[in-house]
Structures are given as C-alpha cells and as structure tokens.
C-alpha cells in the first residue's frame, strides 16, 4: 500500500506537468495517432496483394500487431521516461536524493515520470485487438483471456528488465545513448512474428533461421508478442514456447535486480 500512495502521487505530479504544456501533451497524442493509421494503411494494402503472410491473414496479424502496440505503449508509458533520465540522474547527482529517499530506490528510479500521452497508444492498441478479434469471429474464452493478459505482462516486465539493464551502463559510462538505440535496434526484430523468419528451404540454415534462433533462445525477444498474440488468436501449436517466454521474463527481473544493486554499489556519488 505504501508503494501504491507512492505511485498515485507520482502519477498526479505527472499529470500536472502535462497540463502545463497541453499543447506538447496533444502533438504527441496528434503523432502517435498519425503513426498508428499509417501503421494500419500500410498492412492493409500489403493485404490487398496477398491473402496471408506466412499463416498470419490480415486479422490475425492486426492482432499481432495490436498485442505488439500494447506491450510498448505499456513500457513507454511507465518506463521509457524513466530510464531515459537515469543517465540524467547520475551526471547531475540527483540520483544521491533518490539513495536517501525511504523507497526502494529501483522503484522510485523506475516509475517517478508516466508519459501519460502514451495511454492514447495503449487505447488504440486495444481498440485494434478488438475489432482484429471480432473480425476473426472466433469465441474468446474467460481462460485464453487470462492467459493472453498474463503473457502481455510478461513480454512488458521482459523488456523492462532489458531497459533498466541498459540504464544500470550509466554508472559506469556517464552517458549510454548509443545502447539506447542498440536497444531499439534489437527490440525491432519483436515487431514481427518468429515465423515471418522461416528459410524457405528446410535443408539449408538461412539468416532468417539464425535471427529466429538467437532471438528465440539467447534473447527471446521474438517471443514476447507473438506468444500473447498466437494465445489470443487460438494458433498457438508448440506450446514450448510459452514456457520458454515466461522463464525469460522472470530470469530477466532476476538479472535486472541484480545488475542494478551491483552497479548502484559502484556508484560514485556527487558529493563523494
């Protein structure tokens, strides 16, 4: 409960600071908006050429692509800034007021800023799973719901633990920008599903088959949306798969706490 009035009043703090700049707050909304349509104008005439893309028709893949977009807008809305500033906190010292705050100090550096204009991602994303599904016309039970929510979260605490790994390199580095954007460059093989990767000839190892693999089982990051979204749509057929991505999201919390207490203990901090 304590933990809660915490984040409630980081939430309202967040919420203010948006009001002060609403007209930053709605461009960004305006842009995402933008980025979401033409997301969807694109597949569609891709669809309009093709009747499926490797098993995937045009609903199941709006799914997909709908599961993928509530994943990061999640991680964007709660994360992303925070991580961002972690760099920030360190060069400026201010990461000293948060080691003698009477919170845990990765909770207080992981959830003190909420980029409440990416709530309007969250929204769209929901709205297009929704429609994907009614269009798809199969039933949808209570248990599938449950399991699909329950990988969503999964796949958000994965990249998560991915994300503040990548902010804990500040300690030592000062600065990390150029892992940030390694972190994108990774995470957007994720934004199509593992078996857009399959080689065509099942004798020879192809690139593709080599990407599958690497970021099936070294860093599964091909799993963390095309697991909820095989769940949702009723395709899931190797069952293996979702044992393999919940491992990944508990061993990379594991990892995350540990890297971060390791790096906060070789924190030099402003006054020392």
């Known amino acids: 409960?304590?933990?809660?009035?915490?984040?409630?009043?980081?939430?309202?703090?967040?919420?203010?600071?948006?009001?002060?700049?609403?007209?930053?707050?709605?461009i960004q909304i305006i842009t995402r908006a933008f980025w979401f349509f033409a997301q969807i104008a694109l597949f569609k005439v891709i669809f309009e050429k093709v009747p499926s893309i490797n098993g995937w028709t045009q609903d199941q893949y709006f799914a997909f692509?709908?599961?993928?977009?509530?994943i990061n807008g999640i991680v964007?809305?709660?994360?992303?800034?925070?991580?961002?500033s972690f760099s920030e906190q360190i060069r400026t010292g201010r990461l000293d007021f948060a080691l003698l705050k009477p919170v845990d100090t990765q909770f207080l550096v992981s959830l003190e800023r909420v980029n409440l204009a990416m709530v309007s991602q969250v929204l769209l994303a929901a709205g297009l799973l929704i429609n994907s599904l009614y269009r798809i016309g199969e039933p949808i039970s209570v248990l599938q719901l449950v399991i699909y929510l329950f990988?969503?979260?999964?796949?958000?605490?994965?990249?998560?633990s991915m994300m503040i790994v990548t902010a804990c390199s500040s300690i030592f580095l000062g600065r990390n920008q150029g892992l940030y954007d390694f972190w994108f460059y990774i995470t957007v093989f994720g934004r199509y599903p593992r078996s857009i990767y399959d080689g065509r000839d099942p004798s020879q190892i192809e690139g593709g088959e080599i990407l599958q693999f690497g970021?099936?089982?070294?860093?599964?990051?091909?799993?963390?949306?095309?697991?909820?979204?095989?769940?949702?749509?009723?395709t899931l057929d190797q069952k293996h798969w979702a044992v393999v991505s919940l491992l990944a999201a508990v061993a990379g919390l594991v990892i995350a706490r540990g890297v971060f207490k390791w790096?906060?203990?070789?924190?030099?901090?402003?006054?020392?």
């Open 1 to 26: 409960m304590f933990h809660l009035r915490v984040f409630a009043t980081f939430f309202r703090n967040s919420l203010i600071r948006e009001m002060m700049f609403q007209g930053n707050f709605l």
């Open 76 to 84: 964007e809305t709660f994360f992303m800034p925070n991580c961002a």
């Open 215 to 234: 970021f099936s089982y070294i860093m599964p990051i091909l799993l963390v949306i095309t697991v909820p979204a095989r769940v949702i749509v009723n």
């Open 151 to 160: 990988y969503v979260t999964t796949g958000v605490l994965f990249f998560y």
């Open 263 to 272: 790096s906060l203990n070789h924190y030099r901090s402003a006054s020392s």
């Open 65 to 70: 692509m709908a599961t993928g977009m509530l």
